[in-house]
């Protein structure tokens, strides 16, 4: 008997473990094995065969029926009950249990295949040989099935293999990252079934087109949308294969399911902004057109038609020379440097006319390289016309000569600017005053000769009459031609085109030296008045304050208080002044008080106590006829009243009270709940801040006692 040849494996000698407690058996066994080619372990129980087992997984196992320990049946069992093992072929070799239901058992027990003693070697070899050979395709299946679930769930995409006989469809990779369901509850189900997922509107479509493709035998791709297990909705890209029997027909279809959600987005919004690119390039109210590198129009939009002068559809494919023959020779120049330079070219002024009319017209162009969808390159044009505004700078010369007999025997600075400032015509009269001949001015900016100091002032102005196109009037100071500066009144006017756009500015002038100087002596005389008041409040308020020895420094307190508090609330300075001043003397009216009850230790009468409180109005009768540049007596007369309506004496609420009246109320009472009163010790700091913080938004304003408390807490204001 001929010694069978070995079976090489892909990866070495295949190992095969021969379990036989019979020595001489298991010695005829692995010889037989050996000589074919294979590695060998042996055993000889059922323990130390599921010992080896789990130890060296060997890739075959030849398994006696009749152990002295387990029975191969049992062994088998347990080698096929464990995940680790349950693949490794086992095949029963028994001269024992020979008989049907012996060979029955052990297949029905997990076995791969029962041969029985005496087997020939040949048929023993090539038995072990087709098991390996399926495990081989069963391991190049799984590693192939893992390979490709792995490649699907890189790709984000669920595989599924879906049986036409039976309706039921198997799943795998990430299907629940996809539609929120997971592969162990859609496998199994129908294509019905999953269907009622697909969006109404796409059902009919998606089940007409798979059976047409089945039919023409090709492969498929859909895309339609689909609910997800939360009720959202999701597009999804539907993609296979069919497979066919002999006789051609549809059995089964394998094929993949991704989520592109995203990708419709982008779409949508890429469609989105081309409809608007295309919108834009319709209705700008540029003349807008693309040509190919032989002059041909491909696009023209409705403005850049009218200004050729026919319809779209007789420009497209034609040349400026076939449409426009007036001005093409000058545009196509330009045209032919920017193919060759790639470099765009601005500013170009083309003047023609329409077909059948003699009118000249005046474009301003600009010519852009352009690549075009086909690689090729192209030439983009935008181009406005400027016919009214030329027509307009032609009418403003021809009006240069009228003016100047009119502004040439003027008294008063005469000038005429463009839109940018730059003198245009300058009267004879800038000679007497600055020193300049009107040559010498020409050309230049007006800006020029400015005073640094006033050129954001004349910029604002400048701005204004060209935007709202009214007469406007500004002081500044002018360069003299010696150096020196002289004030100028200037009023401006803008000068507008045809089409109602600023060309120009229209401005005449004269000198205000001397009548600066007389305002400036005046502002300093006012400066010096207002001092001078300043300093009879603050005598009106010691004046106050010397009747009381107790609360003497009380009304410097609470208007230094107050100041600070307008100041952190960012009021203007000349607010915080009055307020200050206001503050100074808001106890006035306590001058209607008889000294000995301000200084009375004890509870008051309700007599007394009403004549106290009625010494806010007091102190406003007293300063109501005098002219403050503020409403000092108002404030006075208000700084008891309470923004929920509790105050005195009038009861205001909220608005209804002035701003700086309120801030006094809030420094009043910090500085007098912290303050020593005679009839109470100092209650301190801590309880004022206390009481104003508990009264916020009901008695106290809450801007105010957020800029106090921030004094205090952060910045560590100190009231002395």
Not at 13 to 38: F, W
Not at 310 to 324: D, H, K, M, N, S
Request: hydrophobic share 40%; with cysteine; charged share 30%.
């Amino acid at each position: 008997m001929a010694d069978p040849k070995p079976d090489l494996q892909k990866k070495g000698k295949a190992v095969i473990l021969n379990v036989d407690d019979k020595e001489a058996g298991r010695y005829a066994v692995t010889r037989t094995l050996i000589k074919a080619g294979y590695e060998v372990l042996e055993a000889a129980s059922g323990e130390e065969a599921l010992k080896v087992v789990f130890e060296k997984y060997p890739d075959l196992v030849l398994l006696d029926v009749n152990l002295p320990d387990l029975d191969g049946f049992a062994v088998c069992k347990k080698i096929k009950a464990d995940r680790r093992t349950a693949s490794i072929p086992v095949v029963h070799l028994s001269a024992t249990f020979v008989q049907s239901r012996h060979r029955i058992e052990g297949l029905e027990g997990g076995a791969d295949g029962y041969l029985v003693q005496p087997v020939e070697p040949q048929e023993l070899i090539a038995s072990i040989r087709a098991f390996l050979r399926l495990r081989r395709v069963e391991q190049d299946l799984i590693e192939s099935e893992d390979k490709y679930r792995m490649a699907a769930e890189v790709t984000g995409q669920a595989i599924y293999d879906h049986d036409l006989s039976s309706g039921v469809t198997e799943w795998s990779g990430p299907v629940e990252n996809i539609t929120g369901y997971t592969a162990r509850e859609w496998s199994g189900k129908s294509y019905n079934e999953i269907g009622v997922l697909f969006h109404p509107e796409d059902r009919p479509s998606i089940i007409e087109k798979k059976k047409s493709l089945a039919r023409d035998h090709g492969p498929y791709k859909a895309e339609y949308r689909l609910y997800k297990k939360d009720g959202s909705m999701i597009y999804v890209e539907d993609q296979g294969d069919f497979l066919y029997d002999e006789n051609g027909k549809a059995v089964r279809v394998i094929g993949s399911l991704k989520d592109i959600s995203e990708r419709k987005e982008k779409e949508k919004r890429l469609i989105e902004s081309l409809n608007q690119m295309s919108a834009f390039f319709e209705e700008v109210n540029v003349g807008m057109n693309i040509l190919d590198e032989k002059m041909r129009y491909l696009e023209v939009n409705r403005l850049a038609a009218r200004y050729i002068g026919f319809p779209r559809e007789q420009i497209l494919g034609r040349t400026p020379y076939e449409v426009a023959p007036a001005f093409a020779a000058e545009i196509v120049e330009s045209f032919k440097r920017v193919l060759e330079t790639g470099q765009a070219e601005r500013n170009i002024e083309v003047k023609g006319s329409l077909p059948g009319s003699e009118e000249e017209i005046f474009w301003l162009s600009a010519h852009v390289p352009l690549t075009l969808p086909d690689g090729k390159p192209g030439i983009g044009v935008a181009a406005i016309d400027i016919t009214d505004r030329k027509r307009a700078e032609e009418k403003l010369r021809q009006s240069e000569s009228s003016l100047r007999l009119l502004t040439d025997n003027m008294l008063d600075l005469v000038s005429q600017m463009d839109a940018e400032g730059v003198f245009q015509y300058v009267s004879p009269s800038h000679r007497d005053i600055l020193g300049y001949e009107p040559q010498e001015l020409l050309g230049n900016s007006f800006f020029d000769f400015v005073h640094p100091d006033d050129f954001e002032v004349l910029m604002v102005k400048g701005t204004e009459t060209k935007s709202n196109r009214y007469r406007n009037r500004a002081n500044f100071r002018f360069r003299h031609k010696q150096g020196h500066y002289l004030w100028m009144e200037i009023y401006v006017n803008s000068v507008a085109g045809a089409g109602g756009e600023v060309v120009g500015i229209v401005a005449c002038s004269r000198e205000i030296t001397e009548r600066k100087r007389a305002e400036d002596k005046m502002a300093d005389t006012m400066v010096m008045y207002r001092k001078a008041l300043e300093g009879i409040i603050h005598s009106m308020g010691v004046a106050v304050e010397k009747r009381d020895q107790y609360t003497a420094g009380h009304q410097v307190r609470v208007a230094k208080l107050a100041r600070a508090i307008a100041q952190e609330m960012g009021l203007e300075q000349d607010t915080i002044d009055g307020l200050t001043l206001a503050a100074e003397i808001h106890d006035i009216g306590k001058l209607s008080v008889p000294a000995e009850m301000l200084t009375k230790p004890g509870d008051f009468s309700d007599l007394e106590l009403l004549m106290i409180k009625n010494h806010s109005r007091a102190g406003y009768d007293i300063l109501k006829d005098i002219e403050f540049p503020w409403p000092i007596a108002q404030i006075i007369d208000q700084h008891h009243e309470r923004i929920d309506g509790s105050g005195y004496p009038e009861g205001l609420k909220g608005a209804d009270i002035l701003l700086e009246a309120r801030i006094i109320g809030v420094a009043d009472v910090v500085e007098a709940m912290g303050s020593h009163r005679p009839y109470r010790a100092s209650l301190g700091i801590e309880e004022a801040l206390g009481e104003i913080s508990r009264n916020r938004g009901k008695l106290y304003d809450p801007e105010i006692v957020d800029a106090c408390l921030k004094l205090f807490r952060e910045k560590q204001f100190e009231l002395d």
